[in-house]
């Protein structure tokens, strides 16, 4: 089976680094995967994407080394199960709060008897290879996010579950459970606090840990932190930020004022 060459990157000490594509089309995430990330996510919580988009993403991802990964829109193992079908790598699931729903996540992502998955690899078998399902359960990433109260409250709990591989941090939706503004560049306090402390949980007990950022300033940031993964933004931040810089340059307007409308 292909092996999950981000379970490689991290395990060298390495800092991955991961795209996001919340724009549903299969040429942007092609031209996305060809700009040399080590895995791209296709967001199927705040990306405009369904799930035959999704399935066209990955086959072009597939045209890279870039190893493909989902954000599903929630604990839902019908759909999980169905994008790891699609030949999806690995799983990130929004709102993890309690253990019982991360084992509940990655008993979704493992065949028996380690989990629930139910058998039919589909285009995962045509990605991953032949002997697909003897050794999916290795290769699949099972990445509950961390983003809530009760999350960072019990996140020793968490990370102690033997099948989740690695945490991700929603530092927006960590904001808005701390009472402080989603969006921002520089974290709050309370949020800056609690991410400190997922972090350093984390690696206490040898796991690794990834991060959403605003842009590529914030994502070497947090690489310097000790995120084993970071995530520069989103394809659509991305480009509007872009486009916007661009149209100010040509003007001789300087930097752009303000945030570019649209993504998160
Ligand atoms: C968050 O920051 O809350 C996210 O989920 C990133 O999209
Ligand atoms: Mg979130």
Request: charged share 20%.
């Amino acid at each position: 089976m292909r092996a999950n060459r981000l379970k490689s990157v991290m395990a060298d000490g390495g800092t991955a680094v991961n795209a996001w594509l919340s724009i549903g089309s299969g040429y942007a995430a092609e031209g996305v995967a060809h700009q040399g990330f080590d895995s791209v996510t296709v967001d199927l919580q705040h990306g405009m994407i369904g799930f035959d988009t999704a399935l066209t993403m990955f086959q072009a991802i597939s045209t890279t080394d870039a190893v493909p990964l989902a954000r599903v829109p929630d604990n839902d193992p019908a759909q999980i199960m169905r994008l790891l079908d699609a030949g999806a790598y690995g799983i990130i699931c929004p709102m993890i709060s309690t253990p019982d729903q991360a084992w509940a996540f990655a008993r979704a992502c493992r065949y028996p008897p380690r989990g629930n998955r139910s058998f039919g690899p589909s285009r995962g078998l045509l990605y991953g290879g032949p002997d697909y399902f003897g050794r999916a359960d290795e290769e699949m990433l099972v990445m509950p996010m961390i983003e809530t109260r009760e999350a960072v409250e019990c996140i020793d709990a968490i990370v102690a579950i033997d099948e989740i591989d690695m945490v991700y941090i929603g530092p927006n939706d960590m904001a808005l459970a701390y009472g402080e503004q989603p969006g921002s560049v520089i974290d709050g306090p309370r949020t800056a606090q609690a991410i400190a402390h997922v972090l350093e949980r984390t690696h206490a007990v040898g796991k690794t840990a990834g991060i959403f950022c605003p842009d590529g300033a914030g994502a070497r940031a947090r690489a310097e932190e000790g995120f084993d993964l970071v995530t520069p933004g989103n394809d659509f931040g991305n480009l509007t930020r872009a486009l916007r810089a661009a149209v100010g340059l040509i003007r001789g307007e300087g930097a752009p004022a303000g945030e570019p409308s649209g993504g998160y």
